[in-house]
């Protein structure tokens, strides 16, 4: 018995079980398979692309507000930091100031919206007052008098004497990083011990340019001795 070997059938053909006859045919088939192959794989690799790059937008995203919400909790902080630095400077150069100094030459004309400073003068008996405490947990809508210098009063005649002359109810200000508006006003506290009796309070207010500070920054402090 002779047996005849056909060499090609380790081809493409014979692999696909193709007949001899019809091997230029499955060598095309076996073509497009593989371009189909390449082409679902290349598929697949441009959708693991745009899912990774999605996610690492997502990720610079997240990052830029974190790092945007901490840059505007640090001004926020120094804006306040600031303020409160100019306010209690101020409190302390006015409540070193003689008493009879404490005064101002004329009472703040009122305007604005809360929480500017000057939207909490308000008349009360024909002449000006301020609501001083019109925030925070002991807030009330009790005004007090503003303490005026009087044109008797030696203490008031005397050059830079009363409150507004030596550094002005209001004025800007400026730390050489932040500015803003320094407000200093000076109204009669009753004390509620004695009948009768009233002391000056000194109450400064500070303002910083820009949306970040909402508030002002507000001290105040009773002087002591009886008007």
């Known amino acids: 018995m002779t047996v005849t070997t056909d060499h090609g059938s380790g081809s493409a053909g014979g692999a696909l079980g193709c007949p001899a006859g019809r091997k230029a045919c499955c060598l095309r088939a076996c073509r497009r398979a593989a371009a189909r192959l390449a082409l679902d794989e290349r598929g697949s690799l441009l959708l693991e692309l745009v899912v990774a790059m999605t996610l690492v937008l997502v ?54 919206s809360p929480p500017e400073p000057l939207s909490q003068v308000v008349a009360c008996g024909g002449s000006s007052c301020l609501r001083w405490n019109y925030r925070g947990p002991t807030a009330s809508s009790a005004a007090e008098p ?35 508006t320094l407000y200093r006003f000076v109204t009669w506290a009753a004390d509620p011990a004695v009948s009768g009796a009233r002391h000056k309070r000194v109450t400064v207010e500070v303002t910083v340019d820009g949306a970040e500070l909402k508030k002002p920054v507000l001290v105040s402090s009773i002087a002591g001795g009886e008007g």
């Open 59 to 112: 990720m610079i995203a997240g990052t830029t507000a974190s790092l945007d919400h901490n840059r505007r909790l640090s001004t926020v902080a120094e804006k306040q930091e600031a303020a409160s630095n100019v306010a209690e400077q101020a409190l302390e150069q006015a409540l070193a100031l003689p008493y009879g100094s404490l005064a101002l030459s004329a009472a703040p004309a009122g305007g604005g």
């Open 146 to 180: 503003f303490v005026l210098a009087a044109a008797a009063d030696p203490a008031a005649s005397q050059p830079g004497a009363d409150l507004s002359a030596s550094a002005p109810w209001q004025q800007r200000w400026d730390d050489g990083h932040h500015k803003g």
